[in-house]
């Protein structure tokens, strides 16, 4: 009978855990880009440009970790789970008592991976998923979590940090399997992008990006748009010798997918290291993109953004999914938006990876231009690097014109927006030595703000894009590089933070900034926004500096090195100035 | 061996007329001339083993303060095994995780921040033994003779060696000011250790 009972508790317990069917559409927000298009545009009006100003904090909680907070909270139902950086806390917070914890999961990965991780221990975010949240740790693992009582279901060790592989990204659950990738390329790891089971954790596939094609599952049903990507074992053949096994090509990024083509798009990370002579040849399948079948994780086509990539111009920004009238009387087009590390913005057709336009949307000294009849991105040959030469000026810098800060897509303005850089920077080759699970960086560089676009000392921009036009429509700089993703509103508002501290609310349509509040320490997460249990309208962020800029505060570095932090250190030479580290999580609503 | 020197000196010296006079000078000279100056291609490093046993973290011990450091590293005292030391610490990655001492991955180590200490047998423990939240562990990649160099290296980027001994150039694009022009930092122990945890 107390059995019985016990179990029909559970059960009720459970069912709560459930996105309720009667909540609103968009009420929730289950995975860090909150749907698998990765627009990040919600429908909720609530908040909307003409009462904005009014918006205050309606609770806050301090994540105890004092790391860059990168993630994304997520919310279903009537709670709020949160992901930290290393140790990788998973919080659950009650939404109907201001954020009381209701449960807390300690993972307890290895805390040397603290020593593997290049860019800060940063988690990107969680996702959850028929009563489960799944998390990956910065030791290479995946696990699952019960919603309800904060339970490990299961957990999967996937990376290994003697190699220098760490987990990163925020996970993506598609037809009930967990899609994870590694990260790692500054440490000379083989990139590689797995699908778990969800109810067992097991793996059901995993396809690695460099190598032969049988381990990047690449078979008969690859049929990408370009010559150059055509050939049999290219993951080989395009390295000398085995540099593949070590060619970096990671997957820390973005995942998106269509369910219509039952397609998923992920992109790869730039090819290990940074010394170009050691691995000669368009290094496939690295800097570029696949759309592969979420069952098999099989190849359907591939293309690569910076062949040969000379700069750190990896290819794991987002790609979002999105139908568009391209030409005013044609039907919508099936295509893909992606913000590139190399300071081109693609649109791509997603049927077949068939580039239908790259236009600049930042400075660009590297290449001239992408060549539509071949795919290829045009080197500029003055700025090849050399072992022993420092080349300077070269933009976009290694972070790119923009980085993983995930952009949105409103289908109300029919605008792109952007959280960027605009940096610059010299970039010397040196002589690398591989030593497994030490980074195999081979390059001194040296960011600083772009010296003409704007040329005026900042280095953020947020940027409304039109992507059928190809330009910009408005842009508000921001003296350090916006590292902070967004959402787009049906309330004609959106949503991004500043390193130096401050959340914004911007008018989707003028990008007038309507209204902003000071957070304890800089912005790096990504915004979200939910219908409470209350049905009020809520926008949350995470605040606490960190990630590859804000390393300078978050890891104390000293910016008298101006290479230090990967080249970032003089550049962020002001930030302790503006920010302390410290994680806390801001909730606004309207008053 | 006073080749080493101009000959206007020595006869300045005698012209003195005190032969003891320009033995001392000479001798004087070339012991500080020497130990900078000089090759040695193997040993001349502490006695790992001893360094070993001696070390201490802190100087906080039961019955009163212990002095925390015991060893004398000859390599600081020179500036070839030191300009070794700046060779190792590229070859061995050390720069891809510490920069050329502004930190990346790892912390800084031109600062005065010192989480694990900073005498030369704290660092030498650091390199060898690895620490748990992130340093490898590199007994076995280096003889105790390279770790001993590094070790020197890189105390020479806070100013810990004689500016003489410090290296004054890099291979590389100029980044942080030459060793043998940086500000002599104070290390302090009572630094934060590098997890991610809050209260630090």
Redo the contacts between chains.
């Keep these: 009978m107390v059995f019985a009972l016990s179990l029909a508790l559970c059960h009720a317990l459970k069912a709560q855990a459930q996105p309720n069917p009667a909540r609103p559409p968009d009420a929730d927000w289950p995975i860090a880009a909150k749907d698998d298009s990765n627009m990040r545009y919600s429908t909720l009006n609530q908040i909307t440009a003409d009462n904005v100003h009014s918006l205050q904090v309606a609770w806050t909680f301090g994540t105890g970790v004092n790391r860059g907070h990168e993630g994304a909270p997520i919310v279903v139902g009537s709670t709020m789970y949160i992901i930290t950086p290393y140790p990788n806390y998973l919080y659950a917070l009650d939404l109907k008592q201001s954020g009381q914890i209701k449960w807390r999961f300690e993972p307890k990965p290895d805390a040397a991976s603290q020593g593997e991780a290049c860019c800060d221990h940063v988690a990107r975010g969680c996702a959850y998923d028929d009563g489960k949240v799944y998390i990956n740790t910065l030791d290479g693992q995946t696990i699952a979590v019960d919603a309800e009582s904060g339970h490990e279901v299961w957990r999967t060790k996937l990376g290994d940090i003697h190699i220098g592989e760490t987990i990163t990204m925020a996970p993506i659950v598609i037809d009930g399997k967990v899609i994870v990738g590694n990260s790692g390329s500054q440490l000379g790891v083989r990139g590689w992008i797995a699908a778990l089971d969800g109810k067992t954790g097991k793996v059901v596939w995993r396809a690695y990006n460099t190598g032969p094609d049988s381990d990047c599952l690449i078979g008969p049903d690859f049929h990408p748009y370009y010559a150059d990507d055509k050939g049999k074992d290219l993951g080989v053949t395009t390295w000398p010798g085995e540099q593949w096994k070590i060619g970096g090509a990671t997957v820390w990024g973005w995942i998106s997918y269509d369910p219509q083509l039952h397609l998923l798009f992920h992109g790869t990370g730039d090819p290990a290291s940074w010394n170009s002579e050691v691995r000669k040849g368009p290094n496939k399948w690295s800097s570029g993109i696949f759309a592969r079948d979420p069952d098999t994780g099989q190849a359907k086509w591939f293309y690569q953004y910076t062949v040969h990539d000379l700069y750190g111009h990896d290819g794991i920004n987002e790609s979002i999914v999105v139908d568009l009238v391209l030409k005013p009387g044609e039907p919508k087009q099936k295509v893909l938006l992606h913000a590139d590390r190399n300071g081109y913005l693609y649109v791509l057709n997603r049927e077949t990876g068939q580039v239908i336009s790259a236009n600049p949307f930042v400075r660009i000294t590297a290449y001239k231009g992408v060549d539509l009849k071949t795919g290829h991105i045009q080197f500029n040959p003055d700025k090849k690097p050399e072992v022993g030469k420092t080349i300077r000026d070269i933009a976009p810098a290694a972070p790119g014109g923009k980085d993983w800060q995930p952009s949105a897509f409103s289908p109300r303005t029919g605008y792109m927006y952007l959280p960027h850089q605009t940096l610059s920077m010299d970039f010397e080759e040196i002589p690398v030595n591989y030593i497994a699970g030490t980074p195999y960086v081979g390059a001194d560089a040296k960011f600083y703000p772009d010296p003409q676009e704007p040329g005026d000392g900042s280095m953020g921009a947020f940027t409304a894009w039109d992507p059928v036009a190809g330009k910009a429509v408005w842009n508000i700089k921001e003296r350090f590089p916006v590292w902070c993703g967004t959402v787009a509103t049906a309330g004609d508002v959106v949503f991004y933070g500043t390193m130096d501290a401050w959340f914004k609310a911007v008018d989707a349509r003028s990008g007038k900034v309507l209204w902003k509040f000071k957070v304890d320490s800089g912005i790096v997460g990504q915004p979200i926004t939910y219908l409470g249990p209350d049905g009020k309208q809520y926008v949350a962020i995470l605040s606490g500096v960190g990630g590859w800029p804000g390393s300078v505060v978050s890891n104390d570095l000293d910016p008298d090195d101006p290479v230090s932090d990967h080249g970032f250190g003089g550049a962020m030479r002001d930030l302790p100035k503006y920010t302390a580290k410290g994680g806390a999580l801001y909730v606004f609503a309207l008053p | 061996m006073f080749s080493l020197y101009p000959k206007s000196l020595h006869r300045s010296r005698v012209r003195m007329g005190g032969r003891w006079c320009v033995v001392a000078v000479a001798t004087t000279m070339l012991l500080c001339g020497c130990t900078r100056e000089k090759r040695k291609f193997s040993g001349g490093e502490p006695n790992s083993n001893a360094a070993v046993s001696s070390v201490r973290l802190i100087d906080l011990q039961p019955g009163g303060a212990q002095p925390v450091s015991h060893v004398d590293n000859p390599f600081e005292h020179n500036a070839y095994a030191t300009s070794e030391g700046k060779r190792l610490y590229?070859?061995?990655?050390c720069a891809?995780?510490h920069?050329?001492?502004?930190?990346?991955?790892?912390?800084?180590l031109?600062?005065d921040?010192w989480i694990y200490g900073a005498s030369p047998e704290n660092i030498y423990a650091s390199i060898m033994e690895g620490r748990?939240?992130?340093?490898?562990s590199f007994r076995g990649?280096l003889t105790e003779d390279q770790a001993w160099k590094i070790v020197a290296y890189v105390r020479s980027m806070s100013a810990q060696v004689p500016q003489g001994v410090a290296p004054n150039r890099s291979?590389?694009?100029k980044?942080?000011?030459a060793e043998n022009s940086k500000k002599k930092e104070n290390p302090a122990p009572a630094a934060?250790p590098?997890?991610?945890?809050?209260p630090?």
């Design positions: 590229s070859s061995y990655n891809s995780c920069a050329h001492g502004g930190g990346d991955i790892g912390p800084a031109m600062d921040k748990p939240n992130g340093m490898p990649h291979d590389e694009m980044s942080s000011p934060p590098t997890s991610g945890e809050q630090q």
